[in-house]
C-alpha cells in the first residue's frame, strides 16, 4: 500500500490542486488514514468536507486521546464538547500522557481533572509565546 500513497509533492496537488475530483481526495485520504498518517488523512477529510473521515478520526481521536487531533478539528470549526475533551483526558491520563490531558481538561474546563494532572506535574502551565 505504501508505494500507492502520494508523496510530498503529490500530496499538495491533491489536496489544492484545482482539479482532483473530490472522490480523488477521499479516496487518497481513506488509504494515507490506512497507512497511519492520520494527519495527513484528517487535512484532505477536511478539503474534501468528507463527513464520513472526519468522524473516523474525531471517534479515533476520543478513543486514543489525542488532543492534537481534536485541536485540529476545533480550528476547523468542528469544535468537540466538554464530555468529549473530558473522554479524551481520562484516556491520556490513564495512559501516563499528562500534557495531553492537561490540554484536553482545560478545554473540557475540568478543573477537578486539570488538579489531578498538576499532582502529577507539579508548575506545568501550556507554554504560551511571549506577548500572545
Same mark, same amino acid.
Given at each position: 500500500? *505504501?508505494?500507492?500513497?502520494?508523496?510530498?509533492?503529490?500530496?499538495?496537488?491533491?489536496?489544492?490542486?484545482?482539479?482532483?475530483?473530490?472522490?480523488?481526495?477521499?479516496?487518497?485520504?481513506?488509504?494515507?488514514?490506512?497507512?497511519?498518517?492520520?494527519?495527513?488523512?484528517?487535512?484532505?477529510?477536511?478539503?474534501?468536507?468528507?463527513?464520513?473521515?472526519?468522524?473516523?478520526?474525531? *471517534?479515533? =481521536?476520543?478513543?486514543?486521546?489525542?488532543?492534537?487531533?481534536?485541536?485540529?478539528?476545533?480550528?476547523?470549526?468542528?469544535?468537540?464538547?466538554?464530555?468529549?475533551?473530558?473522554?479524551? =483526558?481520562?484516556?491520556?491520563?490513564?495512559?501516563?500522557?499528562?500534557?495531553? =490531558?492537561?490540554?484536553?481538561?482545560?478545554? *473540557?474546563?475540568?478543573?477537578?481533572?486539570?488538579?489531578?494532572?498538576?499532582?502529577?506535574?507539579?508548575?506545568?502551565?501550556?507554554?504560551?509565546?511571549?506577548?500572545?
Amino acid at each position: 500500500m *505504501a508505494q500507492d500513497l502520494p508523496d510530498t509533492l503529490a500530496l499538495r496537488e491533491i489536496k489544492f490542486g484545482e482539479r482532483v475530483p473530490p472522490a480523488r481526495r477521499v479516496k487518497v485520504a481513506w488509504d494515507l488514514l490506512g497507512a497511519g498518517r492520520i494527519y495527513d488523512a484528517l487535512d484532505v477529510f477536511l478539503l474534501a468536507n468528507d463527513e464520513k473521515g472526519i468522524s473516523e478520526i474525531r *471517534a479515533k =481521536a476520543l478513543l486514543e486521546g489525542l488532543p492534537v487531533l481534536l485541536l485540529m478539528l476545533k480550528r476547523a470549526g468542528h469544535t468537540p464538547d466538554p464530555k468529549e475533551w473530558s473522554r479524551a =483526558a481520562e484516556k491520556a491520563f490513564s495512559d501516563g500522557r499528562y500534557r495531553e =490531558a492537561f490540554r484536553c481538561f482545560l478545554e *473540557a474546563g475540568d478543573e477537578a481533572g486539570l488538579e489531578r494532572v498538576r499532582e502529577k506535574l507539579p508548575g506545568y502551565d501550556i507554554y504560551t509565546p511571549q506577548g500572545k
